[in-house]
């Protein structure tokens, strides 16, 4: 069966840090991409960041470039991303998502999706 779990969300004041997890099973993790994307009410789903399968290119969205950090661990298959320094306008559920070889912009393109863990930022 195959899943992605995603951990690490919380409540957390403006200026703090949260790092999420995805925990991969049931599919060959290590020729997957994988992307987090973000769902508020009030927005469409945003992808936020993304990491290759092989040379771990990473990419980010402008809004969070400098602050977040994407990393995978393709051992404990598991992806990471930092959040530093956060704001309220990254409150949202954060998905992870898995697409063959190399990143994609387009949430269409991935084939399994996790369930998502809440963040939110107080101001």
């Known amino acids: 069966e195959v899943q992605l779990v995603e951990s690490g969300g919380g409540l957390v004041q403006a200026g703090g840090s949260l790092r999420l997890s995805c925990a991969a099973s049931?599919?060959?993790?290590?020729?997957?991409?994988i992307g987090w994307f973000r769902q508020s009410p009030w927005k469409e789903r945003q992808g936020v960041s993304c990491?290759?399968?092989?040379?771990?290119?990473?990419y980010y969205l402008d809004s969070v470039k400098g602050r977040f950090t994407i990393s995978r661990d393709n051992a404990k298959n598991t992806v990471y991303l930092q959040m530093n320094n956060l704001k309220p306008e990254d409150t949202a559920v954060y998905h992870c998502?898995?697409?063959?070889?190399?990143?994609?912009?387009?949430?269409?393109?991935?084939?399994?999706w996790g369930q998502g863990t809440q963040v939110t930022v107080s101001s």
């Open positions: 049931g599919f060959s993790f290590d020729v997957y991409a």
């Open positions: 998502g898995a697409v063959p070889d190399q990143c994609a912009g387009w949430s269409g393109a991935y084939d399994y």
């Open positions: 990491i290759s399968s092989s040379e771990g290119s990473t």
